[in-house]
């Protein structure tokens, strides 16, 4: 089977390690890629944009085309692919606006009975600075670009004048057009949680199987400070999940949105991710993703027991014959190692020192040189463990981190992935207690 992988990060040196793990023999080819992905595929020399992967794919036709980033998919690669008659594993255009729009997105929600936070949409700052004065939920205010925005175009404000100096800089073009209309949004408290769906829908069938859900940790620092970044580890299952509470994630946010997707002609053929709080009042949508979440899939590839090259084809050729996968029953977890100055300026070029890890290493953004591997990104490596528990899982990574396996001058990782987890299971309370 040839495979064209879209994509150069983290996300994509693990489904490139995965898919070329498989059984089945695959030729794979990556756009970019990456000098760690250039190990197991063929690199080749252009990036996402649609002329390009069009061109090269009308030559080589290659049987199945994975998309890792949301860009490709929001701006139709998908649908051109699939124009030529190329099996694709991510959604069309149309379906993609559930990531490449809050605004629709939201509309979606409401229409279809989601739960999620109450929001208004505002294009002008007088129309949004009124509902900001008037709040009447607590704070902080979330106001979130319409459009994408590299993972920075959310702002929890703790202030009024907070909210309405980041409603003024949004809409005077912080993020370009995709704040040019902002979502202003209440906030949700709880347990967030992240689920992996996937999803294969079109006019005549609905089949989708449920992932382990999984928990990222979003802030820099340890005990949840600092700023926001596209994610610091991750970890799955979160061990207190009842079956229970899976159904009623199942029921309440993936079964509406699948039906959803139907009754609005919206076609399937990639992953669905839920970005979800589970509050006092049960699961809520916090957003979706119409792909793979970055660091989830490094561990979500260590517990999928498939083989991924025919799982993700069944999926692009909606002939996905099940609605479940087998997962191995262990805990995977996974440490991002971060650049100095992340993730305002990262500051490149350091000489990663790799020594004897235990832990699998997924490179994120590295390059390679004649001094080794060097970082070229701001989330530069990843640390990924699996085990039979969350703890023997921890203990993986937290060896590896003290015992200085992979470190370079300046290098920021978080040590208490799934330490919260961690301890509220031991303390037997489930995702209903205060998650404190």
Known sequence: MKVLLLGSGG???????????????????AAPGSDAISLCATCLPFGTESKDIIDWASNHCPDLVVIGPEAPLVNGVADELSNLGIPVFGHPSATSRLEGSKTFAKNF??????????????????TGGAIIKDWRFDYPIVLKADGLAAGKGVVLAQTESEALATLKSFLNGRYGEASCTVVIEEPLFGMELSLHVLVDV??????????????????????????????????APIPFLRDEDIGRIRTELVEPTI???KKDGLEGRGVLFFGAMWTADGPKILEYNVRFGDPETQVLMQLLDEDLPVLLHSVATHSLGQNRVNILRDTAICAVLAAEGYPEAPLKGSVIDIKSPSCHIIHAGTEKDANGWIVGGGRAVNLVARAKDLEEARNMVCSDIEEKQVVWPGMQVRRDIGLKALNHARANKTVADGWE
């Open 11 to 29: 996300r994509e040196h693990a489904l490139a390690l995965k898919l070329t793990s498989s059984s089945t023999k695959i030729d794979l080819f």
């Open 109 to 126: 929600m409401f229409r279809h009975g989601i739960p999620c936070a109450f929001s208004e949409t505002v294009r002008d700052f007088p």
């Open 259 to 261: 039906a959803g997707m």
């Open 202 to 235: 079109n006019a005549e069938r609905v089949v989708y199987c449920m992932l382990p859900a999984c928990q990222d940790h979003k802030r820099l620092f340890e005990g949840d400070m600092g700023p926001n970044t596209g994610g610091m580890g991750a970890f």
